[in-house]
Every structure is written in structure tokens, then in C-alpha cells.
């Protein structure tokens, strides 16, 4: 069974420019998240969702940071403009219902390094 | 606010037996999860607890005390693909994980 996909793999932009990232969860996950995670710290929510609604953005900056996900399977984040500070790794995970089950677990794509120069 | 704890790094020898600790302090508790990361990989699901004692899984094993909200993650027989960081995470009331900073653990021969 394949497991989350993310693309593209690195990134490198100047700031002001704007930047996209795409996550494919593992079929069958209700369930996604992305992730920020800063060298030598843990991941950071950025947003959650459950099928097509987001249902935690609270750690989303919403003045330059937007995501969708459309039909409840594949999601997009993008950053516009992006700024020096955004320079990290951008993790997407999928789990079946991250509401209701105890043992819900967090599987995590290979994440997008993004660096603004 | 909302805290997990672990040490920055750890250093063990190939073979060797080491314990990594994490407390925690959180806004409701339902599960502790500990996961390995690669340098530049993803991480990867290793452990669950929900209830206080020991689960084991092969070389690996996690323990939780809620009381003292207290978790530990056990590497026996150290091999040098061990060598990465261990994130401690725990999900709160709201079923959010938080997490903690991760442990960098170092091999040596």
C-alpha cells in the first residue's frame, strides 16, 4: 500500500514569491494534517482536516498561508508571499479519523524542505 | 500552556541498552506516541500508550505513568541504525498531538 505522497521534495524560492505544496494521504485516511517542523524541533500544526472541512487552522497564519483539499482526498498549501522565516520542512500526515479512535495514528509523507533565499 | 520535555541529545554505545525520558504536561491526555525520525526523513510511527505500564514491541518498549505524566522509550541492543532523533507526542483533550522537540540519539561503535 503506497503511503503519503507529497511533491515536490525540495524547494527553493526567493521571498515575496509565492510557493505550493501537494499531499496525496493514504487511501482510506479521513483524516490530514500539515505540518511545519523547524531543524532540531518538533512538527508544528499548521491545519487539520476531517474529509473536506478544516477543523483546526488555529496555527495557521492566515494572512499569507491558505490550503484546500478538495473532495476530501488530495490537499494543496501555499504560501504567498513567502517570507525569510518560512524556510522549513513542510510535513503532510493522513490518519483514518483523528477524532474518534483511540489508537489513531499519524503516518507522515517525506515532507517538502522549502528554502527562501 | 502546553509542555512536553525531552533531552536534546543522547549519546549510547552500539550494543548498549538506553532510555529516553519524556514528561509531559497537557491540556487533557488521550495517548502518548513516540516516533523515530531519520535525519531529512518523515517520521515513523514506533509506539502507543494510553494506559499506565510497559508495552513492549521487539527491541523497543514504551512506558507511561499518567499519574506522573511521565513516559519513557527503551532501545535495547543498539544497533547504529538507531542513530536519529525520538519525538515524543501526546494528544490532548481535543485530540491535537503536541509534541515535543525530539531526542537526537548517537551511536557510536
Known amino acids: 500500500e503506497a503511503g503519503v505522497v507529497q511533491s515536490p521534495r525540495y524547494k527553493i524560492i526567493e521571498k515575496k514569491q509565492p510557493v505550493a505544496f501537494w499531499c496525496n494521504p493514504i487511501?482510506?485516511?479521513?483524516?490530514l494534517y500539515w505540518y511545519r517542523q523547524n531543524l532540531g524541533q518538533g512538527p508544528e500544526l499548521l491545519i487539520r482536516?476531517?474529509?473536506?472541512?478544516?477543523?483546526?487552522d488555529s496555527q495557521l497564519p492566515k494572512d499569507r498561508f491558505s490550503a484546500e483539499r478538495l473532495k476530501g482526498v488530495d490537499s494543496t498549501l501555499k504560501i504567498q508571499p513567502a517570507e525569510l522565516g518560512d524556510s522549513a520542512v513542510y510535513l503532510c500526515a493522513s490518519s483514518l479519523d483523528g477524532r474518534d479512535t483511540y489508537t489513531d495514528t499519524q503516518y507522515f509523507g517525506p515532507g517538502t524542505r522549502l528554502t527562501v533565499l | 500552556g502546553q509542555n512536553i520535555d525531552q533531552p536534546t541529545e543522547m549519546t549510547a554505545t552500539e550494543g548498549a541498552i538506553v532510555q529516553i525520558n519524556c514528561t509531559y504536561q497537557t491540556s487533557g491526555f488521550n495517548g502518548l506516541f513516540w516516533y523515530q525520525q531519520h535525519a531529512g526523513e518523515a517520521p515513523t510511527f514506533l509506539s502507543y500508550?494510553?494506559l499506565d505500564g510497559l508495552e513492549e514491541k521487539g527491541r523497543f518498549s514504551s512506558f507511561l505513568s499518567r499519574s506522573k505524566g511521565y513516559s519513557y522509550l527503551l532501545l535495547k541492543e543498539l544497533q547504529m541504525k538507531d542513530s536519529a532523533s525520538y519525538l515524543c507526542a501526546v494528544r490532548d483533550s481535543n485530540y491535537q498531538l503536541i509534541w515535543g522537540a525530539g531526542t537526537k540519539l548517537i551511536i557510536k561503535p
Open positions: 487511501s482510506g485516511h479521513n483524516t
Open positions: 500508550n494510553v
Open positions: 482536516y476531517e474529509n473536506e472541512e478544516a477543523v483546526d
